[in-house]
């Protein structure tokens, strides 16, 4: 199954809204946020921070690509996907061990930041292998064989939050 979970970013919910952030500031999300399992959140792929909406751009067009568009390119890679791992038929998310390594060919530089991210903040054996898949998917949508640079720094920042990995 897929699990898509939610919350508020602290008790009060505003600690990323400065115009509206109640007195206790960066206290406020770290005891909120500490009461979530770490083995829990470990387990998730992919952690997005967004900041409040204004209300002047909930009336905006949408921007981005069309959900048809996304669509094809989710399909190219899933085929991808089950091509390379035909064996198995299996997707990214499903591969364990040597069946990852074997797909997830990074590029030195990519290797090298991975690396350093794991020791920095401390990514367990499963959120270095999770980052890899994510990595993996990333190269894919992109039809890219070999993992890169940059599709790293992309999985990356979908596990570290901004502020922490702007400060790596």
Same mark, same amino acid.
């Given at each position: 199954?897929?699990?898509?979970?939610?919350?508020?970013?602290?008790?009060?919910?505003?600690?990323?809204?400065?115009?509206?952030?109640?007195?206790?500031?960066?206290?406020?999300?770290?005891?909120?946020?500490?009461?979530?399992?770490?083995?829990?959140?470990?387990?998730?792929?992919?952690?997005?921070?967004?900041?409040?909406?204004?209300?002047?751009?909930?009336?905006?067009?949408?921007?981005?690509?069309?959900?048809?568009?996304?669509?094809?390119? %989710?399909?190219?890679?899933?085929?991808?996907?089950?091509?390379?791992?035909?064996?198995?038929?299996?997707?990214?998310?499903?591969?364990?061990?040597?069946?990852?390594?074997? %797909?997830?060919?990074?590029?030195?530089?990519?290797?090298?930041?991975?690396?350093?991210?794991?020791?920095?903040?401390?990514?367990?054996?499963?959120?270095?292998?999770? %980052?890899?898949? %994510?990595?993996?998917?990333?190269?894919?949508?992109?039809?890219?064989?070999?993992?890169?640079?940059?599709?790293?720094?992309?999985?990356?920042?979908?596990?570290?939050?901004?502020?922490?990995?702007?400060?790596?």
């Amino acid at each position: 199954f897929m699990l898509i979970a939610a919350a508020n970013p602290c008790k009060c919910g505003y600690c990323n809204d400065p115009a509206n952030a109640n007195y206790k500031g960066i206290k406020c999300k770290e005891g909120y946020l500490d009461r979530i399992s770490g083995p829990l959140m470990d387990r998730f792929d992919i952690r997005i921070d967004l900041p409040p909406a204004d209300i002047q751009s909930l009336s905006l067009p949408a921007s981005g690509d069309p959900s048809s568009l996304i669509r094809e390119r %989710v399909t190219r890679a899933r085929e991808i996907q089950m091509k390379r791992n035909s064996q198995e038929n299996l997707c990214n998310a499903h591969l364990e061990g040597r069946q990852l390594e074997d %797909v997830a060919q990074v590029e030195a530089a990519g290797q090298e930041i991975l690396q350093k991210a794991a020791l920095k903040f401390g990514l367990s054996a499963r959120g270095y292998h999770r %980052v890899l898949r %994510v990595a993996r998917t990333i190269a894919d949508l992109e039809g890219q064989e070999k993992i890169q640079r940059h599709h790293i720094t992309e999985a990356l920042s979908y596990r570290i939050s901004t502020p922490e990995l702007a400060q790596a």
